[in-house]
């Protein structure tokens, strides 16, 4: 099967995990703010000891590409992409919205028609959130959503909708709806990577390393690329 080393930096959590065969093999976590600039190094090279010291060939490296925090994503990719350049590796990029369904997807829920709503705080009453269904099928891309009573009412007026992530809180107050459930707790982790990066490694969906750009750099260099006319 595959190896793959996991990190994630989206939030003030930071986490790395490895995994081999559809398995966590290695994982740790840092939830004393955001210090990634001070702990990802550490932690990354206690991992790469882990599987060397165990003889374990890495095949890719993992990484939650946004949306998040400016600076986590930042110092996540650029650690992630010099992993790759180092020991010649698979890059893959991992949606930070879609990770955090992982968790939630491992929980009962009910409601076969149930959407998920993953939510990373923007600030304000603003949120960066999509909605999918249960098999991780995109129902409403990414978006950044000024948060009312209005903002998902054509979803929630035809299925349940659980609204969790950090940007989840803001609702709980400005959204009333019957079907509105919410669920605490909900953290983007590397060790809920695995299923997610292995799909994605099968399927030859990886990225260009040399110009892999996380979440909030996507449409500048997308300008910066296109052409003068």
């Known amino acids: 099967?595959?190896?793959?080393?996991?990190?994630?930096?989206?939030?003030?959590?930071?986490?790395?995990?490895?995994?081999?065969?559809?398995?966590?093999?290695?994982?740790?976590e840092d939830h004393s703010g955001p210090n990634h600039a001070e702990r990802l190094g550490s932690m990354v090279d206690e991992a790469l000891s882990f599987t060397d010291s165990h003889a374990i060939p890495f095949d890719a490296v993992a990484v939650s590409c946004?949306?998040?925090?400016?600076t986590g994503l930042r110092i996540g990719v650029s650690m992630a992409k010099g992993i790759c350049y180092g020991r010649n590796l698979k890059l893959i990029a991992v949606p930070t919205l879609e990770l955090l369904c992982v968790p939630v997807l491992l929980r009962e829920i009910p409601e076969d028609d149930a959407l998920l709503c993953p939510m990373l705080d923007a600030r304000r009453m603003e949120v960066y959130a999509a909605l999918y269904d249960r098999a991780l099928?995109?129902?409403?891309?990414?978006?950044?959503?000024?948060?009312?009573?209005?903002?998902?009412k054509q979803w929630l007026d035809e299925h349940p909708v659980y609204f969790f992530g950090n940007g989840a809180k803001k609702c709980m107050e400005t959204i009333n709806h019957p079907n509105a459930h919410y669920i605490d707790g909900i953290e983007p982790i590397a060790k809920w990577m695995q299923p997610l990066?292995?799909?994605?490694?099968?399927?030859?969906?990886?990225?260009?390393?040399?110009?892999?750009?996380?979440?909030?750099?996507k449409d500048f260099v997308a300008i910066k690329a296109k052409p003068l006319i």
């Open 1 to 28: 099967m595959s190896c793959i080393l996991h990190i994630e930096t989206s939030t003030s959590v930071c986490s790395v995990a490895v995994s081999e065969d559809s398995h966590c093999i290695y994982h740790e």
């Open 197 to 217: 990066a292995e799909k994605r490694l099968l399927n030859g969906q990886t990225e260009d390393v040399a110009y892999f750009v996380p979440f909030y750099l």
């Open 137 to 152: 099928k995109e129902v409403r891309p990414v978006s950044a959503d000024v948060v009312t009573a209005e903002t998902y």
């Open 66 to 70: 946004g949306p998040g925090s400016y």
